[in-house]
């Protein structure tokens, strides 16, 4: 029954179903680029830096489907939004995913959170300097060390190279 109702929305997607859903398709491309990068990723065999991104990507993929699927009467009014901070913030989220090669997980995520915040209406420069520098640390020891999985390191500036080791131990 589920399958009927997927194949029969699948075959109502049309031209105006697309045109009315741009985001939609958006999310798509995105996710499409995101994991081609990914697939580059070292892996050694096993679960990878590549897989966390990869995943996300096509949980994306599938509900931007759903979405051109559904048969949604709803429209999204956007003559009172502003689009600067969308395009501004995409731009640096292309830049950051571009970037990734050269600047490192650490170093990468550090310049693009602030930036984020700060589309994100946070002002407080001490919670921004917080999250910016403690997050991506956060993140590197996770997957560092709890999960086994080498996050992309700059090559210009090794910067998790300088961190300490922690005493973890994977049962």
Do not use: H, W
């Not at 509900?63 to 501004?88: C, G, K, M, N, Y």
């Not at 995913?97 to 310049?111: E, I, K, N, S």
Request: aromatic share 12%; proline share 6%.
């Amino acid at each position: 029954m589920i399958i009927k109702k997927v194949t029969r929305n699948i075959r109502q997607i049309d031209a105006d179903t697309v045109k009315s859903n741009p985001l939609s398709i958006a999310f798509i491309l995105f996710s499409l680029v995101v994991i081609y990068y990914a697939n580059q990723f070292p892996d050694g065999g096993e679960i990878g830096a590549g897989f966390f991104p990869i995943m996300l990507s096509v949980g994306i993929i599938l509900f931007a489907i759903v979405d051109l699927a559904t048969d949604d009467e709803t429209e999204l009014d956007l003559s009172d939004v502003d689009v600067a901070p969308i395009v501004i913030v995409s731009g640096i989220l292309f830049a950051y995913v571009f970037l990734m090669p050269y600047t490192g997980f650490l170093v990468g995520t550090m310049l693009f959170l602030p930036t984020v915040l700060y589309y994100s209406d946070v002002r407080s420069k001490l919670l921004i300097g917080a999250i910016s520098i403690g997050f991506p640390i956060l993140l590197f020891y996770v997957f560092s060390r709890i999960f086994l999985v080498r996050l992309p390191e700059s090559q210009i500036l090794p910067v998790s190279r300088l961190l300490p080791q922690l005493p973890l131990v994977v049962l």
